[in-house]
């Protein structure tokens, strides 16, 4: 099993592009989550997905948007990015373990110039 | 306004010795209490749950507490070696009717020295 897999690893965008974040995962897990994490600030929820076909917006949704195609599948888009959303983007899934622990993603590197 | 403190600084142990980490909150009413490690460059790795009606949680080195009235949860690795250095994050499990979420504290980096 790959857990959850992340691409890509790295993105330099310019002020104004547009981006999406792939995530996927194949644990069969309901829930799947963005977060973006910056220094001083720990993770942040962005945008989070109970089950496949809903999307709910999390701590600091403005800006993206996200789309949760399949069970497998949940993407993180950024219409007009700017350089406060350079930061490292970590997709996770969580299933129905009693210990409720999230499996994170190895992250996107992104920086907006 | 709800906050999660983690001590910022890193804390710096001898290997062999107990490493404690101090995760506090304030205005939160968390039904769960996970602790995670994070490797550079990684993302988080799930460590121990601990519930609101658990004092204690124990996973071969490591040990967590759990103060539902001092709003403290305490992580504890015994006989700490070089390989437990990284950082460490403690969340809160709020339960909610739109989905269950976790929010994180800002983490505090652990360096086991030889």
Not at chain 1, 53 to 80: A, H, I, M, Q
Not at chain 2, 9 to 21: H, M, R, S, V
Not at chain 2, 63 to 73: C, E, G, I, P, R
């Amino acid at each position: 099993n790959a857990g959850v897999t992340q691409t890509p690893k790295f993105q330099v965008l310019k002020t104004g592009q547009s981006m999406t974040l792939q995530c996927a995962q194949d644990m069969n897990h309901n829930s799947m989550y963005w977060y973006r994490q910056d220094p001083g600030m720990g993770l942040r929820l962005i945008y989070y997905s109970a089950s496949e076909g809903t999307t709910d917006k999390g701590e600091v949704p403005n800006g993206y948007n996200v789309s949760r195609l399949n069970k497998r599948e949940f993407s993180l888009r950024l219409e007009s990015a700017a350089p406060s959303q350079t930061s490292v983007y970590f997709c996770a899934s969580s299933g129905t373990s009693s210990s409720y622990e999230q499996y994170f993603g190895p992250g996107t590197r992104l920086t907006v110039t | 306004s709800q906050k999660i403190e983690q001590n910022s600084e890193a804390l710096n142990i001898q290997e062999g010795k107990t490493a404690t980490l101090t995760c506090n909150y304030t205005n939160y009413s968390p039904a769960y209490l996970q602790w995670y490690r994070q490797d550079p460059g990684r993302g988080p790795v799930f460590l121990l749950l601990i519930r609101e009606n658990e004092k204690e949680k124990r996973k071969e080195r490591l040990k967590v507490t759990f103060d539902t009235t001092l709003k403290q949860s305490l992580f504890h690795i015994t006989a700490s070696q070089p390989a437990d250095s990284a950082t460490y994050l403690c969340a809160l499990y709020i339960l909610t009717g739109g989905g269950n979420k976790l929010t994180f504290g800002t983490g505090t980096q652990l360096k086991v020295e030889l």
